[in-house]
T-cell receptor, first 113, second 113 residues
């Protein structure tokens, strides 16, 4: 499968724990995006990278959230001290150079108990 | 920031009928307008997109129209089939929100056989 992949697909954690998600974009896509989607809503933008540079962060991204894309390939999203309100689907998308089209991964569903 | 409104929130049609979903946006500098289909538990999948220099685009049974002056765009599905049943999201990018997508709230389309 040459599409965007995410790992894990599901994560259950207890409030206060840290979690980390991984996204592998389509090969040679230089832009990578993270979104959060709650039930019945459209995805909400969190942050995006062009190569290894993080170019924009949403106000939704509190200081408990951090994202990296160290070598301009895969990306990680870490949530520290999780809260029940963090329960959502975390989606990753990637875009090829000079194109706006974003291709989404299958998402990581997080449940914070 | 960009604001996207999508209507209706639910749409029920008989197989073979047409379905129309409308979105309005606020940032007149926005220039990219994709539509995504999301089936239950699956990733959003791009079904059609349009750029601001084009007024209409068709792909088989699916079409999108854009009115830049009024800042709204619509998805048209003709000859609907049960497999068209899903949640449809419009999105907007460009202008002051370059790179990131701002999504509408979604439309649950149900096509009855």
């Amino acid at each position: 499968d040459t599409g965007v992949s995410q790992d894990p697909r599901h994560k259950i954690t207890k409030r206060g724990q840290n979690v980390t998600f991984r996204c592998d974009p389509i090969s040679e896509h230089n832009r990578l995006y993270w979104y959060r989607q709650t039930l019945g809503q459209g995805p909400e933008f969190l942050t995006y990278f062009q190569n290894e540079a993080q170019l924009e962060k949403s106000r939704l991204l509190s200081d408990r959230f951090s994202a990296e894309r160290p070598k301009g390939s895969f990306s990680t999203l870490e949530i520290q001290r999780t809260e029940q309100g963090d329960s959502a689907m975390y989606l990753c998308a990637s875009s090829p150079r000079l194109q706006e089209t974003q291709y989404f991964g299958p998402g990581t569903r997080l449940l914070v108990l | 920031g960009e604001n996207v409104e999508q209507h209706p929130s639910t749409l029920s049609v008989q197989e073979g009928d047409s379905a129309v979903i409308k979105c309005t946006y606020s940032d007149s500098a926005s220039n990219y307008f994709p539509w995504y289909k999301q089936e239950l538990g699956k990733r959003p999948q791009l079904i059609i997109d349009i750029r601001s220099n084009v007024g209409e685009k068709k792909d088989q049974r699916i079409a999108v129209t854009l009115n830049k002056t009024a800042k709204h765009f619509s998805l048209h599905i003709t000859e609907t089939q049960p497999e068209d049943s899903a949640v449809y999201f419009c999105a907007v990018a460009g202008g002051t929100s370059y790179g990131k997508l701002t999504f509408g709230q979604g439309t649950i389309l149900t096509v009855h056989p």
